[in-house]
């Protein structure tokens, strides 16, 4: 059993200044070095390494184990989720359904301000709250490309779009595991949120018009982003209050999506919007019954995660469950139960356990495949060996942004087990009276090293309900400000940065990307710091 050291320095904030050098290492890599993704990936986890066993004093075995767990991860289930989304992508190009989807969205709109918002907005925000996991990402970005968008600029707005979605990710996953470990229920945690968050979701719309085509592109699609935004935002915040975080994203997306497109039926812009050396092809006509074909893979999509995220389907995978031995449990060794992380942290000392889980059929990436198997024995036009050349050809293409992810994954696991993001959480913990106005720091900063708003509160929930008790603050307002101020990293994180890139086949052009997004990621930070810091002094 090895104890978890948070201040081997004696002084607290040079220990979290020694832990967090290797995130400042990988923001530099990316932005003023310009690395590849993959090395600065790399060479990220190996400066954690360092750290982890020298400063940290954490045995090389169970350093090692941790990178291992980490790296395993990125295989399963995030590799593999993002390998089955591209994977079903290209087969609905193979079949010719992408080219009747992006017929039937140029036929709602060719202004691309208005195709943003439906596909990079509330396309996206469904994808987020069905399934999550890059899903969204991958699928809604290559969207936007095959309707004319560049692929980086894609991939970016994509990725700011997520910022109004992210907290109810996978039907409302990352508000559920905070309102657990700061002993919530999720639907307390979630009316906190409704005081942060619809704020972010009706600016958002407007932030991609901007990012697009500046004020002229506000002035010109004003009536559309007031219906797209209001809908949005007022059915995200009715379910956030009266029902929960489960189906936050669902219901705002179709009704948002729905509400534009019978809106854009009476009106359209005077003024149509295309990127320059990016002209309108006249769009070609298809009858309703070819269009509801052509989307049928989403509706796939959607049908079998939402059965995977039943209930009564989840338990068929517990103990006793007819399926329970289809999912793995595999005990590193060297690492399970040999890791005793100590208050504050935890409310006591607790061994940290560390299962590598193989959920072989109720993986999210499994309901991703089954949905590919659906479309490709529904379409007449591609066959078994037709679909497993497109699936070689997308291992081939993803190996290297998949492995990226593998050291990304690495690196947070180790800086989980080795204590690193403890340190920084502990030694932004000390800033007293201010801390709501630093507590969505620590969020960004548990999301930006593990590209997970769910494994950041995971990791800082408790210690947020903690601190919020010590300086007399509402432990929920903490714990959402822990789950804000998370998803304006996902903006940036290296996971999602290496996910983007990926999906619309710009791998290697990961700072690039990054150095796009980062400067709104931060500035929504900003925002979520200061409301959280108003709100702690109203009392709320």
Not at 481 to 508: C, D, F
Request: hydrophobic share 55%.
């Amino acid at each position: 059993m090895w104890q978890q050291i948070y201040d081997p320095f004696g002084n607290e904030f040079i220990s979290a200044f020694v832990a967090i050098l290797p995130i400042l290492f990988f923001l530099l890599a990316l932005t003023v070095l310009k690395m590849k993704g993959i090395i600065a990936a790399f060479l990220t986890l190996a400066i954690s390494f360092l750290i982890s066993v020298f400063f940290f004093h954490m045995p090389a075995a169970k350093a090692l184990s941790a990178v291992f767990l980490g790296i395993a991860n990125g295989l399963w289930p995030i590799g593999y989720i993002v390998l089955m989304a591209v994977w079903l992508y290209k087969i609905s190009v193979k079949t010719g359904k992408f080219k009747v989807i992006r017929a039937s969205i140029a036929g709602i709109s060719s202004d691309q301000r208005l195709q943003l918002l439906l596909i990079g907005f509330s396309f996206n925000a469904f994808l987020e709250g069905a399934a999550g996991f890059g899903v969204p990402i991958a699928i809604s970005a290559v969207l936007l490309v095959e309707l004319g968008f560049k692929p980086l600029k894609a991939a970016s707005l994509c990725l700011i779009a997520n910022a109004a979605s992210g907290a109810f990710g996978a039907i409302g996953i990352p508000v559920i595991t905070g309102a657990q470990m700061g002993g919530l229920t999720p639907l307390e945690l979630s009316r906190t949120l409704a005081w942060m968050l619809p704020v972010i979701a009706f600016a958002v719309p407007f932030l991609l018009v901007f990012i697009l085509d500046g004020f002229k592109g506000i002035r010109e699609t004003l009536p559309a982003l007031l219906v797209l935004s209001g809908s949005y935002t007022a059915v995200q915040a009715f379910t956030m209050i009266a029902l929960g975080p489960e189906l936050a994203n669902i219901l705002a997306a179709l009704i948002s999506m729905g509400a534009l497109a019978l809106f854009l039926r009476k009106w359209q812009p005077r003024q149509i919007y295309r990127e320059a050396g990016n002209e309108q092809e006249p769009a070609e006509k298809y009858s309703a019954a070819d269009i509801i074909k052509a989307w049928s893979p989403f509706y796939i999509l959607t049908g079998v995660i939402a059965l995977w995220s039943l209930p009564a389907f989840k338990g068929l995978f517990q103990e006793g469950g007819l399926l329970q031995k289809t999912t793995i449990l595999y005990k590193i060794p060297f690492l399970h139960q040999e890791v005793l992380k100590t208050p504050p942290i935890s409310p006591e000392a607790a061994p940290l356990d560390a299962v590598l889980k193989l959920d072989l059929v109720s993986a999210t990436g499994t309901a991703i495949l089954l949905a590919a198997i659906i479309t490709i024995l529904l379409s007449r036009n591609i066959n078994f060996r037709g679909s497993i050349s497109c699936l070689k050809e997308t291992g081939r293409e993803l190996w290297i942004p998949i492995l990226t992810i593998c050291f990304v994954m690495g690196f947070a696991n180790l800086a989980n087990y080795a204590g690193l993001s403890s340190s920084i959480g502990l030694a932004l913990a000390k800033a007293g009276d201010i801390f709501p106005f630093v507590s969505p720091v620590l969020g960004w900063i548990g999301v930006f090293i593990t590209g997970s708003v769910v494994s950041n509160n995971a990791l800082f929930g408790h210690l947020q309900a903690v601190t919020g008790a010590q300086i007399g603050t509402s432990s929920a307002l903490l714990l959402a400000a822990n789950t804000a101020g998370g998803v304006m990293a996902k903006l940036i994180s290296p996971q999602s940065i290496a996910i983007a890139t990926a999906a619309v086949q710009e791998t290697g052009q990961e700072s690039k990307l990054f150095s796009q997004t980062a400067k709104y990621s931060l500035i929504l930070l900003l925002i979520i710091c200061i409301w959280t810091f108003v709100l702690s002094k109203l009392g709320i």
